[in-house]
């Protein structure tokens, strides 16, 4: 069986797989969700939804660095892989072992692809159809709720020395013009540019992300001293986990803005 991932490359498959191992946290949830838990066999120790999955599985390292040799232990039938979280040194080692299927998502168009493509992977086309009926839905119901809401300008922080922002053509750009906000790093090119603290002003709003640096109302508290702008925590699993996560998110986005009018 022939697939084409995301990055357009061919992958090739003798049967459907039924050892997986997945080393991108939020395609680890999506899988689950597509009724595939017993079907995954390593995770990374980033795999922390759902709760209880890396009591059950195999833990073989991080999204940067992994242990070859225990992944060659699993015996898997399929590596999943994402372009921004795993490494194409990595990519290369992995494809050794077993077919490497890479993500690429930046859009939501593209998430709701990633799960089809899984869907069909898996042979678990309806359910993958369920979840994209689903998140197409809550999409459309978020932005009927935010499209009257004021167009607030947004600085979306992801790391700290130095300050690293999101910029365009990334996953979180999308879900931030989802809730109707605007995205004042405007860049095509530059994704994920270092910012210095005297542009954060620029912004209406500085949302500070719990990943993947880990900040905290702490962090909130000190910057609120110094800036103009609302400086406000952001959850990093909602505003950047790409899949079935969306599924999940329409109570949080709704308290989000709610607090934020």
Same mark, same amino acid.
């Given at each position: 069986m022939?697939?084409?991932?995301?990055?357009?490359?061919?992958?090739?498959?003798?049967k459907t797989p039924s050892r997986i191992i997945s080393l991108v946290p939020s395609q680890t949830e999506l899988l689950v969700d597509l009724g595939l838990r017993e079907n995954?066999?390593?995770?990374?120790? #980033?795999?922390?939804?759902p709760a209880d999955l890396k009591k059950e599985k195999? !833990?073989?390292?991080?999204?940067k660095k992994v242990n070859y040799n225990k992944i060659k232990s699993l015996n898997p039938d399929i590596i999943i892989c994402n372009k921004e979280e795993n490494t194409e040194k990595m990519v290369l080692e992995l494809e050794k072992i077993a077919p490497v299927w890479i993500s690429d998502v930046r859009t939501i168009d593209e998430s709701i692809l990633l799960i089809t493509q899984l869907g069909e992977i898996f042979n678990v086309a309806k359910k993958a159809s369920e979840i994209t009926s689903n998140i197409k839905?809550?999409?459309s119901e978020l932005r009927t709720?935010?499209?009257?809401?004021?167009?607030?300008?947004?600085?979306?922080?992801i790391w700290k020395d130095p300050y690293m922002a999101a910029g365009k053509n990334t #996953?979180?750009?999308?879900?931030?013009?989802?809730?109707?906000?605007?995205? !004042?790093?405007?860049?095509e090119t530059t994704r994920y540019p270092e910012i210095r603290e005297k542009e954060f002003n620029k912004a209406d709003l500085v949302l500070l992300s719990t990943e993947p640096y880990p900040f905290r109302n702490s962090d909130v508290l000190k910057l609120s001293e110094k800036l103009e702008?609302?400086?406000?925590?952001?959850?990093g699993e909602y505003f950047s986990w790409y899949g079935s996560r969306f599924m999940r998110s329409m109570e949080y986005f709704k308290t989000f803005h709610k607090d934020g009018k």
């Open positions: 022939e697939f084409v991932d995301q990055l357009n490359r061919k992958v090739f498959l003798k995954i066999v390593g995770i990374t120790k #980033f795999c922390v939804h195999m !833990i073989v390292g991080g999204t839905k809550k999409f709720i935010t499209q009257n809401f004021p167009k607030r300008k947004v600085l979306y922080i #996953f979180i750009d999308a879900l931030l013009q989802a809730n109707n906000f605007e995205n !004042i790093l405007d860049s702008a609302e400086v406000k925590l952001a959850d």
